[in-house]
């Protein structure tokens, strides 16, 4: 499985941003995608995931309300739209998928066994 994030940029507060997260390689009915996001000097952390199958969607508090994310299934691709977006959201995006993610994981890096590039997105203020 490849993952290849796009849609990064340089952005004023407020702004919105769409990322995209294209996936190539086999998927399966039972497997998530998840972005993540890694601040200078802090940790990666999760934002949010989505079921490929159903399409269940878990966000972290910082994204609800803000963020939103979805999939399409026909082009294997995973979208997060980012609205009404403040300096504290600049960070390196990252996508992430694997096959078998429980909801117990789903949050955690460590449920991931794949990785996109990274993609970053800057708000300035």
């Known amino acids: 499985v490849q993952l290849q994030a796009s849609g990064g940029g340089l952005v004023q507060a407020g702004d919105s941003l769409r990322l995209s997260c294209a996936v190539s390689g086999r998927t399966y009915s039972s497997s998530a995608m998840a972005w993540f996001r890694q601040a200078p000097e802090k940790e990666r952390e999760f934002v949010a995931a989505?079921?490929?199958?159903?399409?269940?969607?878990y966000y972290a508090d910082s994204a609800k309300g803000r963020f939103t994310i979805s999939r399409d299934s026909a082009e294997n691709t995973v979208f997060l739209q980012m609205d009404n977006l403040t300096p504290e959201d600049t960070a390196v995006y990252y996508c992430?998928?694997?096959?078998?993610?429980?909801?117990?994981?789903?949050?955690?890096?460590?449920?991931?066994?794949?990785w996109g590039q990274g993609t970053l997105v800057t708000v300035s203020s």
């Open positions: 992430a998928a694997d096959n078998a993610v429980s909801l117990a994981t789903i949050r955690f890096r460590s449920a991931y066994k794949y």
């Open positions: 989505i079921r490929w199958s159903g399409g269940s969607t």
